[in-house]
Nanobody, 119 residues
Framework: QVQLVESGGGLVQAGGSLRLSCAASGLTFNRYAMGWFRQAPGKEREFLSA????????NYAGSVKGRFTISRDNAKNTVYLQMNSLKPEDTAVYYCAAGDSIEIFNKYWGQGTQVTVSS
């Protein structure tokens, strides 16, 4: 069974950093682009970042560009999101997803991990 499991979330003060991980199993990991999304209470799910299967191409939402960095390790079937200079408005549940390309995520989703940034 395909499974994506996020980890690394938690409580952090404004200005701090967190590194999220998403471990995949049950799929051929290097055949998929991977992405990160988040959803804050009362808001729509928001795209954050994506990375191609071979890490050649990446994309970032304007709200996180310059603060967040996406990467992947195909040998470990894991995608990461390094988050720096965190702000209270970054508070949300963070999800990883697998898709057909860097712009299309229509295959698999994780359960999410909570990130809370205090002021």
């Amino acid at each position: 069974q395909v499974q994506l499991v996020e980890s690394g979330g938690g409580l952090v003060q404004a200005g701090g950093s967190l590194r999220l991980s998403c471990a995949a199993s049950g799929l051929t990991f290097n055949r998929y682009a991977m992405g990160w999304f988040r959803q804050a209470p009362g808001k729509e799910r928001e795209f954050l970042s994506a990375i191609s299967w071979n890490s050649v191409n990446t994309n970032y939402a304007g709200s996180v560009k310059g603060r967040f960095t996406i990467s992947r390790d195909n040998a470990k079937n894991t995608v990461y999101l390094q988050m720096n200079s965190l702000k209270p408005e970054d508070t949300a549940v963070y999800y990883c997803a697998a898709g057909d390309s860097i712009e299309i995520f229509n295959k698999y989703w994780g359960q999410g991990t909570q990130v809370t940034v205090s002021s």
